[in-house]
């Protein structure tokens, strides 16, 4: 956690949001109260859209199992964060996602944000800057 005031607060919120909804994703037959109702569901579309955009990407999608609502949710997210590129073990497999994200996402809600956590030791990273100023350029719209 980064140390001080707001700073602090919002990295803990990101981990608490992460943290709710790699549980629903991972159980999602767990119910959120004791009478079995689905009270995240209940929130209003624009909320559901601001957590998406900051959980990491592959984790957006992931809630599209939920429940039918959620199928396409995460689509629509104002935000992308594209992050955990070690976690694909291979840049094609990476690539391939990144290019399937923006392609679905094509013709909706265009993005206000879009944000690449990427590090240099990642696979070989220079292979990827010329697929990563298309993406950019995609995700701005103007590709």
């Not at 119910?31 to 955009?53: F, Y």
């Amino acid at each position: 956690l980064r140390h001080g005031g707001a700073g602090q607060r919002i990295c803990l919120l990101h981990l608490c949001i992460h943290l709710f909804f790699s549980v629903l994703i991972w159980f999602p037959g767990l119910p959120s109260t004791e009478s079995g109702a689905d009270r995240i569901s209940d929130l209003p579309e624009d909320v559901i859209h601001h957590v998406l955009s900051l959980l990491p990407a592959h984790d957006a999608v992931r809630t599209s199992v939920l429940a039918r609502r959620w199928r396409h949710l995460w689509s629509s997210a104002p935000g992308l964060r594209v992050t955990d590129v070690k976690g694909w073990r291979s840049s094609d497999k990476f690539v391939d996602f990144v290019e399937l994200l923006l392609t679905l996402r094509r013709g909706g809600t265009p993005l206000v944000w879009i944000e690449f956590q990427l590090d240099p030791s990642d696979f070989q990273f220079y292979e990827l800057i010329e697929k990563l100023r298309r993406w950019i350029g995609c995700a701005l719209g103007v590709a």
